[in-house]
């Protein structure tokens, strides 16, 4: 047995709101422990942000515990793969205990598959496509969703929005089945012109257009954005002059971030907060136009959830990559999850973090708590 709950009406004033961020839980790579303490935090909901499974064969991925199988592409074993997750009792009694807004990212289909492209040399668009039609119908299948999510074959609209009354608008976003192929050939690198060409996308036009309308039409103090890849421009390059942007992430699509982030201000569009997921790292970002200018007026903040499993222990140290990028106010590559409060005046993230994954026994913990005050989108310690 479960318990969900309604949203407070649109017109209400609710004090405060709680909730929890999470991503990227591979089953061979760690126990998903961390919902443990999730449960015990008591959220009004969870934001699962992508690769709620991951599509490999059995021990391709870790040896904590055996996928089922070879890698999934048919019907029959999208839904096995859901099923043997959902075995877990942790991930099982976090379910039961409120309400889910998910999205997906590449591993519920293919790593780092792009609308109908594949990463895999010699897999063409149809045969793509047939497997994407599996996948979205296990994932409906599977998840609490609306019913206008319902697929037509290889299409599937998940993108959504909901509100917690006057306090917050709630977008959930996809950006996987409308991209453009990733630039670059999907390597790292600096910005140019392939990552900047004005034709890149993330959202495809219709998701885009949808977004900028509802977030014109917001009358909520917050306007949350859940989302897949981290859309700061960081650089990860730690040695060297030559700057080293994730291709699959927003640097890649970085024409189509500017017109986001040009929208959300020039619009006013009230203390705009991205959530996202995708790395399998702790990060807190201050998003400028240019992230690299930080004499520039922040325009919205960024909060990203490291794994749940994937990825084993993690690491407490992180590169430190402050120099390179001043748009960023936190980074740690332990396993966890983010703990959001919400209030009229203030936005808090609790970064909550498990010290052991692989085996039973993880501990978790407060890493780091971070403030936005309402009107300034500026991230400090709490």
């Known amino acids: 047995a479960g318990r969900t709950r309604t949203m407070p009406t649109p017109d209400a004033n609710p004090e405060k709101l709680r909730f929890a961020v999470t991503s990227c839980q591979h089953w061979e790579q760690g126990l ?4 443990q303490q999730m449960k015990l935090d008591q959220p009004d909901l969870v934001f699962h942000l992508g690769d709620y499974i991951y599509e490999y064969a059995a021990g391709k991925g870790g040896n904590v515990r055996r996928h089922l199988g070879p890698e999934i592409e048919t019907l029959e074993q999208y839904r096995l793969r859901y099923s043997q997750y959902r075995t877990d009792p942790d991930l099982q009694a976090m379910h039961a205990s ?3 807004f998910l999205t997906w990212d590449d591993h519920e289909v293919d790593n780092n598959y792009a609308n109908e492209i594949s990463e895999q040399q010699g897999i063409t668009p149809a045969q793509l496509l047939l497997r994407r039609a599996n996948a979205y119908q296990a994932y409906y299948e599977m998840m609490p969703l609306r019913a206008s999510s319902l697929p037509k074959g290889p299409n599937m609209q998940l993108y959504r929005k909901g509100n917690f009354g006057k306090l917050a608008e709630l977008f959930v976003l996809d950006t996987r089945q409308y991209r453009s192929n990733q ?8 910005l140019n012109e392939d990552s900047l060409n004005p034709r890149n996308t993330l959202l495809g036009e219709e998701q885009r257009k949808w977004l900028f309308k509802s977030m014109e039409s917001s009358t909520s103090t917050w306007n949350i954005l859940a989302q897949q890849v981290m859309m700061a421009l960081v650089d ?10 994730s291709m699959d992430q927003w640097p890649g699509y970085a024409a189509e971030r500017q017109k986001l982030l040009e929208h959300i201000r020039d619009h006013k569009i009230s203390n705009a907060v991205i959530l996202t997921g995708d790395i399998h790292s702790n990060w807190a970002n201050e998003l400028r136009i240019d992230d690299l200018k930080a004499d520039l007026p922040t325009v919205a903040t960024e909060f990203v959830t490291t794994s749940l499993s994937s990825g084993g222990n993690g690491s407490s140290q992180a590169y430190d990559l402050s120099d390179r990028n001043p748009c960023n106010k936190f ?6 999850y983010i703990m959001c409060d919400l209030t009229n005046k203030t936005y808090t993230a609790d970064y909550k973090v498990i010290n052991e994954v ?9 890493r780091a708590k971070f403030v936005v005050d309402a009107g300034k989108p500026i991230i400090h310690k709490a």
């Open 183 to 190: 630039p670059n050939n999907d390597g790292r690198g600096p």
């Open 358 to 366: 692989r085996k039973p026994g993880g501990i978790t913990s407060s």
């Open 98 to 100: 409120c309400p889910w």
């Open 236 to 245: 990860r390059n730690t040695k060297g002059d030559t700057a080293s942007y």
């Open 32 to 35: 998903f422990t961390a919902y």
């Open 331 to 336: 980074h740690n590559r332990e396993r966890g």
